[in-house]
């Protein structure tokens, strides 16, 4: 058990107690969660279990809204299961056909991905809550205290609060990404420059975890990328809008869920890139310049460090640990490690030129005021 604080406010598990609801019930009846999700997600155990955890909150949250990408014959199957569930649930069928002619519209329109899908819902979780929380749907480890705990440094008056986790599971440890690929770019960075905004991203102990809670303030400030990046690109907007003072993390345990493949676009080897992208914009946004012809060379100088640090640290535990498989990653992530091109991230709610009602409408089509909304659309 361990106490360190870092620059953040950091949390710790330091009992086995567990968490009450006491105090944080005016909290909890002002707050809206966002569970993104794919159709897919209804034959999966862990989303089951993260809705019916959340049914177990009493006070429950004001809404829980599940922004999903699905193909037009599984929307209806995906909403009758998602509403099955004892919660005041929103669904938004993220590419119905009404939301991509009104992002059309607005000049909004481009790639789809869970960036966009969490975008799309913060404008209508803005609307109806002062907290927002965010939480994946892959957890099989998910317990109703993980939205208590995200809510907790809210409610003493933090603006973000972001939960971070051990990745350990079938005797090895996961987390891959955030270990062999976020820590040692950001420390390789860190080695030449002190800047604030990299002691920031240094600050989290899971700086790729979905799981977070923000005011709905600072959740109309945020900018997400469309895809994959968008923690890190979270963790731009709150250090630009909460700082080091109004952020905080919340030690949520050990997480386990689903596991990427590395090669491919679809694996980890394809996340990479946008991970590593988002990464390099927040510091360019930042002002810090990046020596991108040494970059490759000093990340992997880190990587094998961590490498070694962490075969340590499996055999202590008496965990399975593949050196040369995560030097494997490391080859492949280290050529991510490139000037980030162009990139459209959606606007801040606070000046987006949609309302939320109007995306609700067109992304909710069985609902009656949908169909006044596809007419204008037609015009």
């Known amino acids: 058990?361990?106490?360190?604080?870092?620059?953040?406010?950091?949390?710790?598990?330091?009992?086995?107690?567990?968490?009450?609801?006491?105090?944080?019930?005016?909290?909890?009846?002002?707050?809206?969660?966002?569970?993104?999700?794919?159709?897919?997600e209804q034959e999966r155990p862990?989303?089951?279990?993260?809705?019916?955890a959340l049914e177990s909150i009493r006070p429950a949250p004001e809404?829980?809204?599940?922004?999903?990408?699905?193909?037009?014959?599984?929307?209806?199957?995906?909403?009758?299961?998602?509403?099955?569930?004892?919660?005041?649930?929103?669904?938004?069928?993220?590419?119905?056909?009404?939301?991509?002619?009104?992002?059309?519209?607005?000049?909004?329109?481009?790639?789809?991905?869970?960036?966009?899908?969490?975008?799309?819902?913060?404008?209508p979780a803005i609307a109806q809550g002062e907290y927002v929380v965010v939480h994946d749907a892959d957890a099989t480890s998910f317990r109703p205290d993980?939205?208590?705990?995200?809510?907790?440094?809210?409610?003493?008056?933090?603006?973000f609060s972001k939960g971070y986790y051990a990745r350990v599971e079938d005797g090895r440890l996961y987390g891959r990404l955030c270990r062999l690929l976020y820590e040692p770019l950001v420390e390789a960075v860190r080695a030449d420059h002190d800047d604030p905004v990299v002691e920031y991203l240094a600050a989290f102990r899971y700086a790729l975890a979905g799981e977070f809670a923000v005011t709905a303030d600072l959740a109309s400030r945020l900018r997400p990328p469309r895809a994959w990046g968008l923690e890190v690109a979270t963790l731009g907007d709150a250090f630009e809008h909460a700082s080091f003072e109004g952020s905080a993390q919340v030690d949520l345990g050990i997480h386990r869920h689903d596991h990427r493949n590395v090669d491919g676009d679809a694996g980890l080897e394809g996340m990479s890139r946008d991970v590593?992208?988002?990464?390099?914009?927040?510091?360019?946004?930042?002002?810090?310049?990046?020596?991108?012809?040494t970059l490759a060379t000093r990340y992997r100088t880190v990587a094998d460090r961590l490498i070694d640090q962490y075969a340590a640290d499996a055999a202590f535990n008496d965990l399975s640990y593949d050196r040369d498989g995560e030097r494997e990653q490391v080859t492949r992530y280290a050529r991510s490690l490139t000037p980030p091109k162009g990139e459209r991230r959606l606007?801040?709610?606070?000046?987006?030129?949609?309302?939320?009602?109007?995306?609700?409408?067109?992304?909710?089509?069985?609902?009656p005021s949908a169909a006044s909304l596809e007419s204008t659309t037609q015009d």
């Open 63 to 123: 809404r829980v809204i599940v922004p999903v990408r699905a193909d037009p014959d599984r929307i209806e199957s995906f909403r009758v299961w998602a509403e099955s569930f004892d919660l005041s649930v929103q669904v938004l069928w993220c590419n119905a056909p009404a939301v991509e002619k009104l992002l059309a519209r607005k000049e909004l329109d481009g790639d789809l991905g869970k960036g966009r899908d969490v975008w799309l819902a913060l404008g």
């Open 276 to 293: 590593a992208s988002s990464i390099l914009r927040v510091l360019e946004a930042n002002d810090v310049d990046v020596d991108y012809e």
């Open 146 to 159: 993980h939205v208590v705990r995200l809510l907790e440094p809210l409610a003493m008056g933090y603006d």
């Open 347 to 367: 606007p801040p709610w606070a000046a987006a030129p949609v309302e939320p009602d109007a995306l609700v409408q067109a992304a909710t089509p069985w609902t």
């Open 46 to 52: 862990a989303a089951t279990g993260v809705l019916s």
């Open 1 to 40: 058990m361990e106490y360190t604080q870092e620059r953040v406010a950091t949390l710790h598990r330091l009992t086995e107690a567990p968490v009450g609801f006491d105090g944080l019930e005016p909290v909890l009846e002002r707050t809206v969660v966002v569970v993104p999700m794919t159709d897919r």
